[in-house]
């Protein structure tokens, strides 16, 4: 569980991230939606500790994250596994290097089991016969399925996604979008998501939080999130034309 | 000057988790060998083909210079040989490498740093300082000392080649000169230089990288300052180095 209370960040004189509040359970799907610019990556980047929050408190189970220095944060960040929007492979490492990174800094395992997981991991998401590819030799879904393997390969008990269906086409996104649902049941991790992308949030979203310029404006479900009575977040949903069209045709 | 200052504090602040205790030692090692490659046997060709005929210029200028029935011609072989070992080969070497391996550096951890790869690195918790900045350092600080031994040899192996095919110095005179009056410390004078010019191009260069905000533009503009940078303190690194050194 991660539980984020009364957060506030400021860069320069602009508050990024206003008072915001939210409690993320485990081995469900949490989303935060918001238009770009919102601040839903700096909340990401607050909670893993990339950026410092200037008040509010960071809760990973029963221990409080932003109180920690660098040394006992490292404990926590073992646990946690990330995807970045751009996939953050490393451009020197092979793909199968790139998932035994963590593996070998943080294990010391003989290199037929980091291998034997490696593959796993690889075969989890779906990436066969690419183990010896660079990052620059792959498309931009398979970047994101080895940066998921590379995510997952320590077990983690923590998952975030920042706009894991960004650039990517609508098929490959909602397979992204299954794996990433999948991987958070069978593992029982508490995931959050940032996304815009509205088949994201009908899909997978268990657990929806809706920012706005720094602001928590509405929390809920996907069952709820098409009655909201939240301007703001209704007009980020039907922003779309053919959304707009299918709301006309139901009233 | 408020700006000079943060840096400075901020450069030694990088330098003191970059020398922080590595996660997994043997992950440095590789990754140090890797460098080693990278920064090092890469550099070789350049070197040589630069030292050679930084060489041979030296002796034929030092030759055309001294057109005097005083001065003995073995005297060409030495002016040769005291020049490439005191200043060229340690101090151009390292103008070069800052050029080859700074802007290689900066460009690299730039580049990771606005694709967010240091990022991912430190959610892992890896020291992102440490595990890319550390290899870098002790890679540069063992291979440029050999680089310059290299530059050396090259340089007055240029040296002998050009005086001897353009028929200013005979060879017998060349070697001779090579080999009259020589200070043994020269050597290590160039050696002790080099080292701090090593470091100065691998700390200064990463630096430069590590603190990049933006995208390929800033990197492009951090690789260039991580020239500049370096080459500056390198001439005034050489003028305190010689001072010391040799009064």
Same mark, same amino acid.
């Given at each position: ?18 008072? $915001? ?18 601040? %839903? ?5 607050? &909670? ?27 404990? &926590? ?6 995807? /970045?929007?751009?996939?953050? @492979? /490393? ?19 003989? $290199?037929?089991? %980091? ?32 940066? &998921? ?24 996104? $909602? ?5 990433? %649902? ?20 009908? %899909? ?48 | ?16 988790? #970059? /020398? ?67 200043? /060229? ?11 080859? #391996? ?35 350092? &002790?890679?540069? @600080? @063992? ?43 020269? !050597? ?12 100065? !191009? ?16 800033? #990197? ?6 991580? #020239? ?11 003028? @305190? ?7």
């Amino acid at each position: 569980m991660i539980k984020v209370d009364n957060l506030y960040k400021k860069f320069n004189e602009q508050t990024v991230l206003d008072n $915001i509040s939210v409690k993320f359970d485990p081995g469900k799907t949490n989303l935060v939606i918001g238009r770009s610019g919102s601040g %839903k990556t700096v909340l990401l980047k607050s &909670i893993i500790g990339l950026h410092e929050v200037d008040s509010g408190e960071i809760w990973y189970d029963d221990i409080l994250f932003n109180e920690l220095d660098f040394k006992a944060r490292k404990s &926590i960040r073992k646990e946690i596994g990330m995807l /970045f929007q751009g996939s953050a @492979l /490393f451009d020197s490492l092979t793909v199968e290097q790139n998932v035994m990174f963590p593996l070998d800094m943080f294990t010391g395992k003989p $290199i037929e089991e %980091k291998l034997e997981r490696v593959n796993f991991c690889l075969k989890r998401v779906n990436i066969l016969n690419a183990n010896q590819l660079y990052p620059a030799e792959l498309s931009g879904g398979m970047k994101k399925r080895v940066a &998921i393997a590379r995510a997952i390969s320590l077990n983690p008990k923590y998952l975030f996604c920042d706009e894991p269906n960004s650039g990517l086409d609508p098929l490959t996104a $909602i397979l992204i979008d299954e794996l990433i %649902k999948e991987l958070t049941e069978e593992y029982c991790m508490t995931t959050i998501v940032n996304t815009h992308d509205m088949n994201s949030v009908m %899909k997978i979203g268990d657990k929806i939080m809706f920012i706005h310029e720094g602001a928590k404006c509405w929390e809920g479900s996907k069952e709820e999130i098409l009655n909201s009575d939240c301007d703001t977040l209704n007009d980020f949903i039907f922003a779309n034309a053919l959304a707009r069209q299918l709301r006309q045709s139901l009233k | 000057m408020f700006r000079f200052l943060s840096q400075t504090g901020l450069y030694f602040i990088l330098l003191k988790k #970059v /020398f922080s205790r590595p996660e997994k030692p043997s992950v440095y090692y590789r990754q140090t060998m890797r460098e080693l490659v990278f920064l090092g046997f890469n550099s070789i060709g350049i070197i040589a083909i630069i030292s050679f005929f930084m060489g041979a210029v030296i002796t034929l200028q030092t030759a055309y210079n001294t057109e005097n029935p005083i001065y003995p011609t073995y005297l060409i072989g030495l002016g040769c040989r005291d020049s490439i070992i005191l200043e /060229f080969s340690s101090t151009i070497t390292a103008l070069i490498l800052a050029g080859k #391996v700074g802007s290689n550096i900066a460009s690299e951890i730039g580049t990771m740093r606005v694709t967010e790869q240091i990022d991912a690195l430190e959610i892992m918790g890896v020291n992102s300082a440490s595990y890319l900045i550390l290899p870098k350092i &002790i890679a540069t @600080l @063992l291979f440029n000392p050999l680089l310059t031994l290299l530059s050396i040899i090259v340089g007055i192996t240029g040296g002998w080649i050009a005086g001897t095919t353009a028929g200013v110095i005979t060879s017998q005179d060349f070697i001779y000169g090579i080999q009259y009056a020589f200070i043994p410390y020269y !050597i290590t004078y160039s050696i002790i230089k080099t080292l701090f010019f090593a470091f100065i !191009i691998s700390s200064v260069s990463a630096f430069q990288g590590y603190f990049v905000e933006g995208g390929s533009l800033e #990197v492009g503009r951090a690789s260039t300052k991580a #020239v500049v940078y370096s080459s500056l303190l390198i001439l005034l690194f050489n003028v @305190l180095l010689t001072q010391l050194l040799l009064s």
